[in-house]
């Protein structure tokens, strides 16, 4: 009999699962839309088929737990999401528990940024690091911070907001009600605006705008402005993370790591310039790249019953 976990990673259009045993080999991997047009019933049941599906392929009695890393603000102790802009749907339910109940399983609830940052710790960038923080940088930008291999969750279980800590005094407004947060100043949505009131174009992605700032042009200038506001607000928060933790290793992940190159030195100048921490131990302390990609979460979601015993 294999023992194995489900993880499962919770969007806001999308479900993926996984089945992965204890030594992080994934056995088996599923994906799937949520119909959350057609409410909660139907998104409840959406995930309990796709785990169900899972356990019936690798057998109820190697089960361990379940995982689930959804994006917003967590209570642990309740078990639900008070604030998602992803899941509105789903908030204030106390969804580890009427998920639990339909399985009749254990099932953990977590943030989508946390559980990367554990997945990235167990199989990917992070291997053999104990204290790591992540962020993954996307639509808005999540942050999670692993210490002593655990996730640090803080008192109710919203640490690791990073995402939120302010990067400009009375910046752009944010929908959790602060200014300048570091997602309104470097996620790609902050990209995307960015290159619109540059006049680069409309609509146009993160990725468009990578692909401009290659360019020896005027719009190239332009966008390669933009990546260096996005390098130096991420320097800024490393900053401020480095200095609080003094952690090994700090990892991005996200959509925009190929923009790396036109980023990652306004990131490198600004953290140094502005943390003595980072200057006085820059040999034992790197800002690094992820490596699971979008897998991180699903690692990190089916390792949380083997790590929570
Ligand atoms: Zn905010």
Known sequence: MVEYAIGMDLGGTNLRAAAIDKTGILLDKISGSTKFEEGRDAVVSDIVAAISRLRETHGAQGLRGIGVGVPGFIRMKEGLITNSNNLP????????????????????????????????????????????????????????IVSGGRIIRGSVGMAGEIGHISVVPNGNPCGCGNQGCLEKHASA??????????????????????????????????????????GESLGMAMASLINTFNFPLYLLSGGMLPAWEFFAPHMMRVAKQRSFTFRATSGETRIAQATLGNLAGLYGASYLPWLEG
């Not at 174009?201 to 200038?221: M, P, R, W």
């Open 189 to 230: 949505t902050a990209v995307a605006a960015m290159a619109d009131l540059m006049q680069l174009g409309e609509n146009l992605t993160s990725k468009d705008v990578y692909d401009l700032a290659k360019q020896d042009s005027e719009a190239g200038e332009k966008a390669r402005q933009i990546w260096q506001v996005v």
């Open 89 to 144: 749907y789903l908030e204030n339910v106390p969804i580890r528990d009427v998920l639990t109940n339909k399985l009749g399983t254990r099932v953990i609830l977590e943030n989508d940024a946390n559980a990367a940052a554990l997945g990235e710790q167990w199989m990917g960038a992070g291997r053999g690091v104990e204290d790591l923080v992540l962020l993954t940088l996307g639509t808005g930008i999540g942050g999670g």
